[in-house]
């Protein structure tokens, strides 16, 4: 398979090969300069530094040439005076007799072979050089180019020393840098004015360039180390730099497609796959499915036990997705929210089995620092059975399935079913509808009547509210609060009550009667409420003893410092707190530690069945029982005849409301219970059931 060489390839390729050439030319350079300044500055400044003394001409004339090559041998240094000194006189004898001299006192170091040629070259007189510049000498001697040196650099060594001036010596350097062991000495022979001939000498340098090559050969050695070591670092770093990018731009990839807290893919990712499996769906004309999973409740576990033990919760649950559904594409699409893709079953039963493990995957509990913590999920599937499904329309599906199940109890999933649509539909319907009603005052309250049974007289009232619509006439709360929590309206619409029921309570003729007001937990803001109950008192002038504010045991589920605070300083101000719809909870005993509430209302559903359930008579009666070792007031809710009203009261309950004692209306004056006058066994009538007394 054809393969492209990527950037980063070629990048490393050209860094090689630059490493190489520094390497080579680094190794280059030192040579040339180490033998440069070794042997041919070592030597060219021997000449320098003879000086006059050592030239004491104590004249050994007559002494013969042939002499010379073993006096030369001892050459050591040439003398800036040597030339002058033989200036003037005889050229050959004197001459001769000055290398010799030259010669004695300085050639001790090279040894008795030192001497490869010497020769005499004369100078053409007065032309020294031909018209292209080039010396014109007799021809270049043998001896000296079979010593090793080329005619070129004779030449050029003839050449410079035709001006004259000090002898010289040539090193000559082989490809590599190093010095080659022979050298070329140049003396140039004057007469006066002129210089006449040049004598020169090839010496072999060997001793010489023994020591130095040894030094070079160190040198160069160790250059060569420093090098490949410091080629090997950058290398290294180079190396490590570019790990370290692959790295982070793999990092980076995985975030972008990934939740960094599970792992699990993120909705961008999930999206597109889903996109592409819808398409190759389509082409295969089969099926899949898409599963959107919600946590329940998971707010009240970061508010109870903070936002670390909710992240390992998530964790934890995302463990348990993967254990189920290994197989299919698990991602997590946002804060609590979970969805798997499923292409390879598509029958529905197969697929409702895989929900079924899921919710039974559930059942073990979370254990997280020692505590326990009990996971529960809804699940809303949409499948896709045509080619006419697109993404965001299954994850639509799913969603509104989910919501079937999250107001189906929880715990449990849904198939997605055309009708839910409609439903949707109606929500948001209901939703614009609510937008208006705030703003054309559409809401009323109505007030349903409590009664003691101490003594039979009226305590005071309900708010309930409804929705008057212009067009639909009355709307119970059943049907617009829950739209109003998951929209966030619910606030508006609590503020409404609470300053609408402070206001018209302030102006009930008898002032010893108490107003209730129900709290959602959705439009309970810790902080906030007491300012807004605050506020809805001054602005109404209502004596704070006057008003109930009736909260759900799950506002205290998030047993968050910040709640309880809150009603601590509502209750400061001398407003009543009742815990609403008591027994319909999780573990509604632990709640009462958590806040001393001033009354506890039992739950319609336990009224509904006393007197025809023994185990029904029995809670009721020791929820009633808890009330008096608390001293806490006891209302029972939804009470609907004269049996009930017996049991209560034998039970010892301090407080009724329902349908037998006043249905939701306008407030009348000072009442009591005519209990002569109470039909019996009152029941709902024509299958209306008593409006829902609270808007949680
Ligand atoms: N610990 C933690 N919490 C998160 C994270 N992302 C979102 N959340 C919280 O998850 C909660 C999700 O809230 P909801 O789904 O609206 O509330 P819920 O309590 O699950 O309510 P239901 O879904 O109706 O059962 C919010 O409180 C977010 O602050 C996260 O990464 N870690």
Redesign the pocket.
Known sequence: MKRTISRQELMAAATMLAVVLTLSLGIFVSNRLLSSWLVGDALESSLRNWTESDLRLDARQGREPEDLSSALLRLRSFSQSFVPHIAGVDDGTLHIFELTRFADTVTGDLGSSAMRAHARVPLVDGTPADESGSIVAQEIPAAIVDAGISSGAVRHALEQARDGGLPRVTVFYSWWGAAKDVALVTVPVSDGSTVSSVDLLALDIAPVLAGANRTVLLTTGLLAVLTVSSALAVGLLLWFRYRDVVRISRNMEFLAHHDP?TSLPNRALFSAKLTEALRVTHAKASNMAVILI???????V?DTYG?GT??IF?QVIADRLRAVFGEHLVARLS??EFAVMVTSISDVARITKLASDMIAATKPPCVIDGIELQISLSMGIARANDGNWRSSRMLHCADLALYRA?HSG?STFFWYQPEMDAEAQRRKEVEAGLIKALKYDQFDLLYQPQFSLHDNTLKGYEALIRWEHPTKGTISPDVFISVAEDTGLIEDIGDWVLRRACREAAEWHDKTLRVAVNFSPAQFKAGETQRKVARALEESGLDPKRLEIEITESLLIADTDAVVETLEAISSMGVTIAMDDFGTGYSSLSYLNRFPFNKIKIDRSFIKNLGKDAGTDAVVTSIIGLGRSLDVLITAEGVENQDQVVLLRAAGCDLVQGYLFGRPGAVKGPEVIDERALPAGLEEEDGVREPAEQMA
């Open positions: 807290l919600d946590v329940d409740k998971f707010k009240s970061n936002h909710g992240d998530l804060g609590d999250k929880r």
